[in-house]
């Protein structure tokens, strides 16, 4: 699927379903040189994982899990998450127009996720001291959705994971992003009920295409 953003060069979207963590990084740097060498159009691609922990190159020993569940270090901003069944994960690999303006470029993909999540009824929020999407009420604050980007010549990597319905029990063992005084909660859980990534899919790229057009070259 091919759409043509009013004010950037056309987008492509890949959907790829269920894919091994490794195999989409594996896939990620090869749209990555040809997104950089102008052999490809700028791409979205969606997906899930089987369950995972990745970390960022900020993350200490104390937020790894205490167990043996192995965890795989990769090249991003950000710390320590939790990818799994039930969680959407999108890797914009983008020529940015302006390629110093990363905090831009997070702003338009943390914007175009409360959009997401507005149209779904839940009241989501940027939490400026901390990267991603966030609910904050007299529940407590609470994670939604992840962000941890690398941009590497002029091109970015890595993204954003929101959390339709995966198990959140799996973010118990870890510190989450690095926050020991938070949660994370997902769509389902502020909804009430059960939510299939079929319905967020639809709007996911519909907000992300419309935010991607406004950062890239």
């Given at each position: 699927?091919?759409?043509?953003?009013?004010?950037?060069?056309?987008?492509?979207?890949?959907?790829?379903?269920?894919?091994?963590?490794?195999?989409?990084?594996?896939?990620?740097?090869?749209?990555?040189?040809?997104?950089?060498?102008?052999?490809?159009?700028?791409?979205?691609?969606?997906?899930?994982?089987?369950?995972?922990?990745?970390?960022?190159?900020?993350?200490?020993?104390?937020?790894?899990?205490?167990?043996?569940?192995?965890?795989?270090?990769?090249?991003?901003?950000?710390?320590?998450?939790?990818?799994?069944?039930?969680?959407?994960?999108?890797?914009?690999?983008?020529?940015?127009?302006?390629?110093?303006?990363?905090?831009?470029?997070?702003?338009?993909?943390?914007?175009?996720?409360?959009?997401?999540?507005?149209?779904?009824?839940?009241?989501?929020?940027?939490?400026?001291?901390?990267?991603?999407?966030?609910?904050?009420?007299?529940?407590?604050?609470?994670?939604?959705?992840?962000?941890?980007?690398r941009v590497a010549k002029g091109v970015t990597m890595h993204g954003?994971?929101?959390?339709?319905?995966?198990?959140?029990?799996?973010?118990?063992?870890?510190?989450?992003?690095?926050?020991?005084?938070?949660?994370?909660?997902?769509?389902?859980?502020?909804?009430?009920?059960?939510?299939?990534?079929?319905?967020?899919?639809?709007?996911?790229?519909?907000?992300?295409?419309?935010?991607?057009?406004?950062?890239?070259?």
């Open positions: 699927m091919t759409l043509a953003s009013k004010t950037s060069a056309t987008l492509a979207l890949k959907s790829l379903g269920l894919v091994p963590y490794l195999d989409a990084l594996a896939g990620q740097r090869k749209i990555h040189e040809e997104v950089a060498s102008g052999t490809r159009p700028n791409t979205l691609i969606l997906l899930e994982h089987p369950a995972v922990y990745t970390a960022g190159r900020r993350t200490t020993i104390e937020e790894r899990p205490s167990d043996e569940t192995p965890v795989i270090d990769v090249d991003r901003g950000g710390k320590i998450t939790y990818h799994g069944p039930g969680q959407l994960v999108g890797y914009p690999i983008i020529k940015l127009s302006n390629r110093n303006d990363v905090v831009g470029f997070v702003r338009e993909i943390e914007s175009a996720l409360i959009a997401i999540c507005k149209e779904f009824g839940i009241e989501a929020e940027r939490y400026c001291e901390r990267s991603g999407v966030w609910l904050r009420d007299e529940s407590g604050d609470r994670k939604i959705a992840a962000i941890g980007i954003f994971a929101l959390n339709v319905e995966p198990e959140l029990a799996a973010f118990e063992k870890i510190i989450p992003c690095g926050f020991s005084d938070s949660g994370v909660t997902s769509m389902a859980q502020e909804l009430g009920r059960s939510i299939k990534l079929s319905e967020v899919i639809p709007v996911v790229e519909r907000h992300l295409f419309d935010a991607l057009g406004r950062v890239a070259e």
